[in-house]
């Protein structure tokens, strides 16, 4: 979406009218300040040299971002604001009088009225800034990114490129955003020369001192500069003397600076400085940085302009860590409440996990508890909760996501004074549904000694005082006797019961509840056989599904919307029917489901995946990256789509589909070279963890992770074909945000 600046050519020049006309500066007192002019008093000499002091490196920072000429940008600011004296420049930071028409429109920035202003002009809101530098940036990207006002910069890059004098192309600039609709009047143009030509006192008269021409070209102006940290590689454990290396392309630069923090801190700690290619330092890391995890972080700088900025999180492990049980002794013989203590040693941790399984097997360790404080002790309750006999116990020291060290010991569980005996269902379970043949396994034993030797299986109806009935006796283990109930049970609600024998005597026994049901229960089979899971789909689409069962199909339902909308239904084959997307359907994912229904009333459904992409309608990937000159391919476990929720202009964008976690979304594109790679980019989701990346010929070369505002990317593409790829990438866990990434303006130039 485009912002405008104001609501009409006319209107919009109303708020510097009165500096137009060379009240700014004058110091003259007035008994009314006027809606538009600066503070009465205001700017004396010495405001005016600080208020170009303090925008200086603000507009040069805008100059080396986006193209935009310094000069001109600080020169329109004195003009248009006062030098930061008018209403809107002291409360709002407005320095260009531009209007507020939306929050997304003004990128989420709220809106200042001018009371005052007059009721002929009715759009009274103007952008609130939190700051000067925040508007002078915001300006200088508008006035080089606005379809209007682009090629207009972009001449202006070339001019400095070529050779051109710096006077006659930023003035040829400043022509040219008059000419392009930035301000109505001629004079406009005469007005900023004049600041350009001396500031403190704006004249046709060029000034050697008071010039503001000097603060432009910005050294390294648009060029794509970046910095890559080779070594350490991303995660890698490190540890003694770490060879800390960075290499920089894309322009000019003149040092590197390499920093590093702890994982979570919000302090940098500055490690070195080096001005010689190849960029590079030792980190000494033993014995002055504790283990754990840590961000590296390198600096590409040209004088004083920050150029690129590169990151990497590695893992320091300098000691050989170990754990140990100091609590209980190997072998020792345990019961009731036992205190499981353990002792670190080599390593700072986060805490300790104590687990614990049978001994002798390969069961899934069981979690008792965890300790973060040393020393580290949990109690585990064993009685009555843990059967007597040998067990491992394990204590694992962790930081962050990673194992440091794991001690092991096993100890004997002994809290039985007396025999037990126990018999229970394994199948069924209680409140199961059952038909036909019934495979019943029962577990029947005794505590400590194992000598259940028979078990009977009764049955009567459910609620009944009645005797049970004997289905069968089983005096071999494993006890798993057969109940057949077709024909002869009749469906409805059962009692089974269990009893187990210990050389005749009844030691143990367990009732359940089940339901018998031998008419037909079992849902049919289905499966949506078109479209694909996956696929794009476009037009008229032909939705085809495969039922079958065992007695016959009464009819299949066809919907979209995950099922919430019914498309269709047939009650005879062929199983298919024509769904029309175009213009029906808003291009984006939708959930085809396809509902089968057998002569007894039981269901089942199967699902698919597609992704609705019609060139007349809806928002294609061309329309939302704005550009309709590449061709776009999308792949990963969920397909990127267009979006009109977010964007950064045009009002639609480009976003990463809604992966699940290890799962990828990926949006590639062929680009030919030489030329430039420029694009927005903006991502929601959770910090350090999902990412999104761009790689280009196979080689990450920038990602950005956590919740962001929309940031601009220039990469310098060497004569050929290159591979393009940009891809929301998740993590194993975790999520944060929208939990998606987005790209718009892309172009090649």
């Not at 955003?177 to 001396?198: C, D, E, H, R």
């Not at 089942?604 to 939302?624: F, K």
Request: aromatic content about 12%; glycine content about 8%.
């Amino acid at each position: 979406m485009s912002l405008q600046r104001m609501a009409s050519p006319v209107s919009r020049w109303v708020l510097g009218w009165a500096l137009l006309m060379g009240l700014a500066g004058s110091g003259t007192a007035r008994a009314q300040w006027d809606c538009y002019s600066p503070q009465p008093g205001h700017p004396t000499l010495a405001e005016k040299t600080a208020f170009i002091d303090e925008l200086k490196t603000y507009a040069q920072e805008a100059e080396a971002s986006w193209g935009t000429p310094a000069a001109a940008l600080l020169a329109m600011a004195a003009n248009e604001s006062g030098y930061g004296f008018t209403r809107i420049g002291l409360y709002a930071n407005n320095l260009y009088g531009w209007k507020w028409t939306s929050s997304e429109a003004a990128g989420g920035r709220p809106s200042y009225v001018l009371a005052c202003q007059p009721s002929w002009d009715p759009n009274n809101k103007y952008v609130s800034f939190s700051s000067r530098r925040e508007a002078v940036l915001f300006i200088g990207m508008k006035l080089a990114t606005l379809a209007r006002y682009k090629p207009v910069t972009e001449r202006y890059v070339s001019d400095i490129r070529n050779g051109v004098a710096v006077t006659t192309a930023v003035n040829r600039w400043v022509q040219g955003i008059q000419s392009a609709g930035y301000n109505p009047y001629a004079s406009y143009v005469t007005k900023t020369v004049s600041y350009l030509n001396n500031y403190l006192s704006p004249s046709s008269t060029y000034s050697a001192t008071s010039n503001l021409y000097k603060y432009s070209p910005v050294t390294g102006a648009v060029e794509d500069v970046w910095v890559s940290i080779d070594a350490p590689t991303p995660g890698a454990t490190v540890s003694g003397n770490v060879a800390f290396n960075a290499s920089v392309g894309g322009g000019a630069v003149d040092t590197v600076k390499l920093y590093s923090r702890r994982d979570g801190a919000t302090e940098w700690y500055a490690l070195a400085s080096d001005t010689t290619a190849p960029y590079g330092a030792t980190w000494a890391t033993n014995p002055w940085v504790a283990d754990g995890a840590y961000e590296l972080k390198a600096e590409a700088w040209k004088g004083t302009v920050l150029k690129a900025t590169g990151t990497v999180r590695v893992l320091v492990k300098n000691a050989a860590a170990s754990v140990s049980f100091s609590s209980p002794s190997s072998g020792a013989l345990v019961s009731g409440n036992v205190s499981l203590q353990a002792g670190v040693s080599g390593a700072t941790v986060e805490g300790v996990r104590f687990y614990s399984r049978t001994a002798g097997t390969s069961d899934a360790w069981y979690l008792l508890n965890t300790d973060t404080t040393s020393p580290y002790a949990i109690s585990w309750a064993t009685n009555p909760w843990v059967n007597d006999g040998d067990y491992e116990l394990k204590a694992e020291a962790f930081q962050g996501s990673s194992v440091v060290a794991t001690g092991l010991t096993s100890v004997t569980v002994k809290n039985a004074t007396a025999q037990t005996y126990w018999v229970d269902f394994t199948s069924p379970r209680n409140e199961a549904q059952v038909a036909g043949s019934v495979g019943v396994q029962l577990s029947a034993g005794g505590h400590p000694l194992n000598d259940a030797d028979t078990v009977k299986l009764y049955s009567r109806a459910a609620g009944s005082t009645g005797s049970w009935y004997l289905i069968t006796t089983d005096s071999s283990a494993p006890f798993e006797p057969t109940w057949a109930t077709n024909p002869w049970v009749a469906d409805g609600s059962y009692e089974l019961k269990a009893e187990a024998y210990r050389a005749g005597s009844l030691v143990a026994s367990k009732v359940i509840t089940v339901a018998v049901q031998n008419v037909d229960t079992t849902p049919p089979s289905v499966s949506l056989t078109a479209p694909a899971d996956g696929s794009i789909a476009q037009g008229n689409v032909t939705l085809s599904a495969s039922p079958s069962d065992a007695s016959s199909i009464s009819r299949v339902e066809f919907y979209s919307d995950s099922g919430n909308y019914l498309l269709a239904t047939r009650t005879s084959a062929p199983w298919s029917i024509s769904w029309a997307t175009d213009p029906w359907v808003k291009n984006g994912y939708q959930t085809l489901v396809a509902r089968a229904w057998d002569t007894a009333g039981n269901a089942s459904e199967s699902r698919v995946t597609v992704t609705v992409d019609n060139p007349g309608s809806g928002i294609t990937l061309n329309n939302g990256l704005d550009n309709t000159s590449l061709s776009f391919r999308v792949g990963g476990s969920a397909y990127w789509y267009g979006d009109d929720k977010y964007y950064y202009t045009g009002n639609d964008s480009a976003r990463s589909g809604q992966v699940g976690h290890g799962q990828t979304s990926t949006l590639e594109f062929t680009a030919e070279g030489p030329r430039t790679l420029r694009f927005m980019w903006r991502v929601s989701s959770e910090q350090y963890a999902d990412y999104l990346e761009l790689w280009i010929d196979g080689v990450k070369k920038n990602s950005i992770s956590g919740e962001t505002v929309w940031a601009a990317q220039s990469w310098w593409l060497a004569a050929g074909s290159h591979s393009v790829q940009l891809i929301y990438r998740k993590s194993g866990s975790g999520s944060a945000g929208t939990d998606a990434g987005w790209v718009d303006f892309l172009r090649l130039e």
